[in-house]
C-alpha cells in the first residue's frame, strides 16, 4: 500500500526498458537520476575492471533487487544475475522482471528472501550488489558476512545508493524527519522493522576491520546543486544532507 502511494512502478513495459535513465511516470524522478548516475558511475569504473577479469561475464547476486533494472542492465552487459527482493509483486518488485524478458537472450532467476537468510550455496557467485538496500538491514556485519559466504574468491561487495553521512547525529535527526513525514502522510509509523537505515564512515571501518576489509570509495557526481547541498546546510543551520557513494571490497580471504 505505502509503496503503490508512492508512486512506485507502472502498467506500460516502456517505464520499466527505461530505468534507471528516465522516470517515465515522473512521480519518482529524483530517486532514479541518483541510480543513474550511480549506475553510469559503476559502468566507467567498476564494471570495466571487474570484465576485464571475468571476460566470459559474472555470476552477480543481485540484493534489493526491486522490479530488477540493474539485473536487465547487467545481463545486456553478458553478466549472469540472480535478482533477489522479499517485494515479488508485478509493479515493483521480481515480478515486474518479465518486462524485460522479451529483450533478452535469456532470463534470470529470480528469489524471495531477506539478504540475512540468502538461499543459496556457498561460493556460487563472483559479484555481490547491495542495490539500494544495504540501509535495510539490521545487522551490517550478519549481512555482508552472508553475502561472503555466497561469494567465491576473489569476489566482489559493493554497497550502492544507500544514505552516507559523516556522522551519526545527523542520520539520527534524518530519521526522525521521516518518521514525523511518514506519519502524517500515511497516519502509521515506518519504524516496524528495525533497519539500520544509513551508513557512516566508523560504520564502515568496523565491518572492514572485523570481517577483513578494504573499501573503495567512489563518489558519482550528482550535478552542481547536489554538489551545493552540504554548503547550504552549514548557511541555513540544517542537518547534514545525506551522500550517495559506492562502497567497492575486493574479497580475497576464506
Known amino acids: 500500500m505505502v509503496r503503490a502511494k508512492e508512486g512506485r512502478g507502472s502498467t506500460s513495459p516502456d517505464y520499466y526498458h527505461a530505468l534507471p535513465f528516465q522516470d517515465l511516470t515522473g512521480r519518482n524522478a529524483w530517486q532514479w537520476k541518483i541510480r543513474a548516475r550511480t549506475f553510469r558511475h559503476m559502468e566507467s569504473h567498476i564494471l570495466p575492471e571487474l570484465e576485464r577479469a571475468y ?20 545481463a545486456l552487459r553478458g553478466h549472469r544475475p540472480a535478482a533477489v527482493d522479499v517485494i515479488t509483486n508485478d509493479a515493483d518488485g521480481l515480478g515486474a522482471a518479465t518486462h524485460y524478458f522479451r529483450r533478452l537472450p535469456r532470463t534470470f532467476p529470480r528469489f524471495q528472501a531477506e539478504m540475512d537468510r540468502l538461499p543459496f550455496a556457498p561460493e556460487q557467485f563472483d559479484l555481490v550488489i547491495f542495490n539500494a538496500s544495504f540501509h535495510y538491514s539490521v545487522d551490517y556485519q550478519q549481512t555482508i558476512e ?30 526522525e524527519e521521516r518518521r514525523v513525514a511518514f506519519q ?4 502509521f509509523r515506518s519504524d516496524s522493522i528495525a533497519s539500520r537505515e544509513y551508513l557512516t564512515r566508523k560504520a564502515l571501518d568496523e565491518l572492514a576491520g572485523r570481517l577483513s576489509l578494504r573499501w573503495t570509495v567512489l563518489k558519482p557526481w ?3 546543486g547536489w554538489a551545493l547541498r552540504p554548503l547550504k546546510a552549514r548557511l541555513f543551520r540544517r542537518r547534514e544532507p545525506a551522500k550517495f557513494y559506492l562502497f567497492w571490497a575486493r574479497v580475497t580471504g576464506s
Open 146 to 175: 552472508e553475502a561472503m559466504r555466497c561469494l567465491r574468491r576473489p569476489g566482489h561487495v559493493i554497497i550502492a545508493d544507500s544514505p552516507f553521512y559523516a556522522r551519526d547525529e545527523s542520520g539520527q535527526a534524518m530519521l
Open 55 to 74: 571476460p566470459r561475464g559474472c555470476d552477480v547476486l543481485d540484493i534489493g533487487a526491486g522490479n530488477c533494472w540493474l539485473s536487465y542492465r547487467l
Open 222 to 224: 550528482y550535478g552542481m
Open 184 to 187: 502524517q502522510r500515511f497516519g
